[in-house]
């Protein structure tokens, strides 16, 4: 509500007006708001997945639990900050070409990424699946990432292969060794 007062024309008051608005509905849509935002983020740290936005700099805008972990800082220290604060200089060159697809060209990239952080410690795998934000014109604003650790996958992989071609050498040299006695 606001009071105005009304003078005369000798500069004293007469009335007041006062104005006031009904802000019921406007304060019932942020309560709404709040609860949509709030159920989204809790969905976002919830899923086994790293989910991240990226503005048009490289910066994140935004980035759910697991990237708050993985990178170990909390929201403030992600926001405004690009993958060369995260990652180590091959990983972050890496990023930026699959991030410069998406955002550049406007492509959907889906990609297995290979990440160490900045202090060489972590080295994981990850799918990346990376789409455009669009506005109401269609103007890419933004970048969203969704990235899956298949570290444990692609070890699992790497042991079947070295067991495959343990199994091949002895079928090999098996196989030599009964060439070998006709």
């Given at each position: 509500a606001?009071?105005?007062?009304?003078?005369?024309?000798?500069?004293?008051?007469?009335?007041?007006?006062?104005?006031?608005e009904?802000i019921?509905d406007r304060?019932?849509a942020?309560?709404?708001?709040?609860e949509s935002?709030?159920?989204?983020?809790t969905i976002?740290?919830g899923?086994?997945?790293?989910?991240?936005?990226k503005?048009?700099?490289?910066r994140?805008?935004?980035g759910?639990?697991l990237?708050?972990?993985l990178?170990?800082?909390?929201m403030a220290?992600?926001?405004?900050h690009?993958d060369?604060e995260?990652?180590?200089?091959a990983t972050?060159a890496k990023?930026?070409?699959?991030?410069r697809r998406?955002?550049e060209?406007?492509?959907r990239?889906?990609?297995?990424?290979?990440n160490?952080?900045a202090?060489?410690?972590?080295?994981?795998?990850f799918?990346?699946?990376?789409?455009p934000l669009?506005?109401?014109?269609?103007?890419?604003?933004a970048?969203c990432?969704?990235s899956?650790?298949?570290?444990?996958?692609?070890?699992v992989?790497?042991?079947?292969?070295?067991?495959?071609d343990?199994?091949?050498?002895?079928?090999?040299?098996?196989?030599?060794?009964?060439?070998?006695a006709?």
């Amino acid at each position: 509500a606001s009071i105005s007062p009304i003078v005369d024309d000798e500069g004293k008051v007469r009335r007041f007006i006062a104005v006031k608005e009904d802000i019921s509905d406007r304060k019932l849509a942020e309560a709404r708001l709040r609860e949509s935002e709030a159920r989204l983020e809790t969905i976002l740290d919830g899923v086994a997945a790293y989910i991240y936005i990226k503005d048009p700099d490289y910066r994140y805008t935004y980035g759910n639990r697991l990237v708050r972990d993985l990178v170990g800082r909390d929201m403030a220290g992600i926001v405004g900050h690009d993958d060369s604060e995260f990652f180590d200089a091959a990983t972050a060159a890496k990023l930026r070409v699959n991030d410069r697809r998406v955002l550049e060209n406007g492509e959907r990239v889906s990609e297995e990424e290979i990440n160490t952080t900045a202090d060489g410690l972590i080295t994981s795998a990850f799918l990346s699946i990376k789409l455009p934000l669009r506005d109401d014109q269609g103007k890419i604003y933004a970048l969203c990432g969704i990235s899956t650790d298949i570290t444990e996958r692609k070890q699992v992989e790497i042991e079947l292969q070295q067991h495959r071609d343990h199994l091949e050498s002895l079928v090999q040299s098996r196989t030599a060794e009964l060439a070998q006695a006709k």
